[in-house]
């Protein structure tokens, strides 16, 4: 258990490593060619060995300067509409979460060039290494630095470690067309967040399994436990993280939206690993689940069917017809609606959404120049109790923000919402529109797997090859009245 306790403490800390490495030549190898196979060859029998199941492939690997970064970056941001980031800005400028002079890309850029070490491109199927001559992680940290204990442990630096994460993607990719997964969700605000958390968060986990199962701390000396405090430290982690860095000084929207893939993504997987081990997370990559609520509550995943309350606008919108042009017409999900009313800030509310059922939101814009906005949206909970905290939480946001002219209505589990420059009357007659609305339940089959693990095994036993599917084995959802 002391080695379990020293990797804990050190997981978090490894990125500030000094220059000088434990195995020089090994090191200088790895500097003059990174994507070396060898390199990745025991990368990737590490991820097999955890999965229990071995990659169809070796993936391509490159590397590419970090000035190129931005352009790539740019080209990603590029497959979104500018209606879309129109859409984003005015939604997070609505709720106060997004300054009026900063644009959505220019607060995600530097945060997103500063962190990004290597990454996966599920399209092109290959493996990206960022290096940078005078880039501290670029060089000396590849294998770790010499008497560094994590490097010395599991024999992967800082870089490994990243590549890992990277690797596992690729891994995820074969096993379950990442590609056609993200395309069915493109534009889907929650089922988006929800596909994106189990990816994030299963290969988030499995590093750190990785990392544990390197140490040689497997079989009984591995407790419930111990993978716990790696969270804890993890989470610790990314709270000293934020001093002085851009991901620090960036709007609390933009932490928390790269946080919750990452940290209740691995709470998820976490979750998952102590119910089925390595069969049921490699499942729910076959089926993943479609709403936030269930990445924030894993206990209700592979049990039951998933169930989302849906909602049928009404027809007859006044809004769309007295000169308001919509924006987006959106399900935000039980994560977005709780950063919509200040989740993460300072005296923000820990969990405002806790209960959520179901949403869906419409906001709209009049006039040029980003001009005037306004949000209208149903949200339903589990019961009563959650639906009148929800409802004065979103009372006092709006309240703080000086939004005036605003209509705030409850009728037992359910919240409805008119904010924004219109005649009270009119906001009064849309606001009882929104109470009545039809409501259905859409359900998502559970998840199909082979059989509950004792335990929680690290890693599984003689790795299987496998075929790669052609699509998500996931059926559609079916509307039910």
């Known amino acids: 258990m002391k080695k379990i306790a020293l ?24 500097r003059e060619n990174p994507c070396a196979e060898d390199r990745l060859g025991r990368l990737r029998a590490r991820i097999e060995k955890v999965r229990g199941v071995k990659f169809s492939s070796p993936i391509p690997c490159s590397v590419q300067d970090r000035s190129a970064l931005a352009k790539k970056l740019q080209s990603e941001w590029d497959k979104k509409s500018p209606a879309e980031w129109d859409a984003a800005e005015t939604r997070l400028r609505h709720f106060g979460l997004l300054p009026a002079n900063l644009s959505l890309k220019d607060a995600l850029l530097p945060v997103l060039g500063e962190q990004v070490i290597a990454y996966y491109d599920n399209v092109e199927k290959t493996l990206t290494l960022i290096r940078t001559k005078d880039d501290p ?147 729910a990559l076959l089926s993943p689940p479609e709403s936030s609520r269930t990445i924030l509550h894993p206990e209700s995943y592979g049990g039951a069917p998933e169930e989302i309350l849906r909602f049928e606008w009404p027809r007859a919108d006044p809004f769309a017809l007295t000169g308001w042009t919509i924006l987006e017409d959106q399900v935000y999900g039980e994560q977005d609606v709780a950063i919509l009313l200040g989740k993460g800030e ?20 009049r006039g040029e120049n980003r001009g005037e906005s306004l949000s209208a949206g149903i949200v339903e909970f589990d019961d009563e109790p959650r639906a009148i905290l929800f409802e004065l939480e979103l009372r006092r946001r709006l309240g703080a923000l000086g939004h005036r002219v605003h209509e705030v209505n409850r009728s037992g589990k359910r919240v409805v919402l008119v904010d924004g420059p219109v005649n009270p009357a009119l906001s009064k007659s849309f606001s009882r529109d929104l109470m009545s609305a039809r ?43």
């Open 346 to 365: 300072p005296r923000g509310p820990i969990e405002p959404a806790e209960g959520w059922r179901g949403d869906r939101f419409r906001l709209y814009q």
């Open 137 to 283: 992680i670029g060089e000396p940290a590849d294998l770790g630095a010499a008497g560094d204990p994590l490097a010395e442990m599991t024999g992967f630096g800082f870089e490994e470690i990243t590549l890992l994460h990277e690797l596992d993607h690729g891994f995820e990719d074969q096993y379950s067309n990442l590609t056609q997964g993200l395309e069915r969700r493109r534009g889907q605000n929650d089922a988006e967040n929800a596909f994106m958390a189990l990816v994030e968060g299963e290969s988030t986990y499995l590093m750190i399994a990785a990392l544990v199962d390197a140490a040689g701390a497997t079989g009984t000396e591995v407790t419930a436990d111990t993978l716990d405090s790696v969270l804890g430290e993890l989470e610790l982690s990314v709270s000293t993280s934020l001093i002085g860095s851009s991901f620090g000084n960036s709007p609390v929207v933009i932490r928390e939206s790269l946080i919750f893939p990452y940290l209740l993504g691995f709470r998820f997987s976490r979750a998952l690993a102590k119910r089925g081990g390595w069969p049921l997370l490699n499942a």
């Open 7 to 30: 990797l804990i403490a050190v997981i978090g800390q490894v990125s500030v490593s000094l220059p000088g490495f434990a195995d020089e030549a090994r090191a200088t190898s790895v």
């Open 439 to 481: 409501s259905w339940t859409e359900t998502c089959p559970a998840v199909s797997w082979n059989g509950v693990l004792a335990g929680e095994p690290l890693h599984g036993t003689a790795p299987p090859a496998f075929q790669s599917p052609t699509g998500v084995n996931r059926s559609e959802v079916s509307a039910a009245q």
